[in-house]
């Protein structure tokens, strides 16, 4: 609700991640049934307790909801969250503000978002969660190329950074920063800008050379990465709950 105190505000909360991390988690269901429902960790607020893992559906989300992808068949999905079910069991219920700290595309060109600004890329690589608590960790990096998105010539944009398994559906963040390239805007604010999507990949075929023929190809990740902007987000939940804001 657009309540003028921004401390009074109710919000929807949403658990939002990249389509493909659910459908092959499915996928692996209908192989293994004995992997059971898709299951989240969470942390309590009090310090030195371990995390604790909840079946999505039925706890930290409502019984009637189920995962939402984006209408427009971008990879996203989302689900509601039962905050309360977490603030009233003392687990900790971090979120972004939509109204304060998200900057969409018509935000970032106000702020003038450009390649070579910082990010920080959040997410679970390789399954590195903590073994008692979830820790994300935290990665730097750079916009590497944007005025295509910017420009409404491209869905996506890309960075500098290197992510792997378990950052698919991770948050992108513009890094606050005092100094910026010559002719471009300094931004002096934290924003969620995207999500990651996938790294993409360096190619090399090694040839045979007393034949000609392909016969191995090599794969590595090439540093870059391909991030979705808030406005897909925003999207998908809004095919979540028609009629509202």
């Known amino acids: 609700e657009n309540d003028p105190d921004a401390t009074k505000r109710l919000y929807s909360v949403y658990l939002v991640t990249a389509k493909h991390v659910v459908a092959s988690y499915n996928k692996m269901v209908a192989a293994n049934p004995n992997l059971g429902a898709l299951r ?12 604790t893992e909840f079946d999505l559906i039925n706890s930290v989300a409502d019984p009637n909801e ?9 990879d996203v999905s989302v689900i509601p969250i039962n905050a309360g079910f977490l603030r009233e069991n003392k687990f900790q219920s971090e979120f972004f503000e ?14 003038e978002a450009s390649a070579g600004d910082g990010v920080f890329v959040l997410g679970f690589p390789m399954d590195r969660a903590g073994k008692e608590r979830n820790y994300a ?16 010539a491209s869905d996506t944009f890309m960075i500098d950074s290197l992510v792997y398994p378990g950052n698919s559906g991770g948050p992108v963040i513009l890094k606050p920063e005092i100094v910026s390239i010559s002719g471009t805007k300094a931004n002096n604010s934290a924003y969620l800008i995207g999500l990651v999507i996938s790294y993409i990949p360096y190619q090399d075929l090694a040839v045979s050379t007393e034949t000609g023929e392909q016969r191995i190809m090599f794969e590595e990740n090439s540093g870059l990465a391909e991030v979705l902007p808030i406005d897909s987000i925003e999207d ?5 709950i028609p009629g509202k804001k």
């Open 98 to 111: 939509s109204d304060i700290n998200v900057a969409a595309i018509d935000k970032m060109k106000e702020l």
């Open 137 to 152: 960790i935290i990665r730097q990096g750079i916009i590497s190329r944007i005025s295509e998105m910017l420009d409404r």
């Open 40 to 51: 989240v960790r969470v942390n309590p607020v009090e310090s030195g307790q371990k995390s």
């Open 66 to 74: 189920a995962w939402v992808n984006n209408p427009n068949g971008k």
């Open 236 to 240: 998908t939940i809004k095919a979540a």
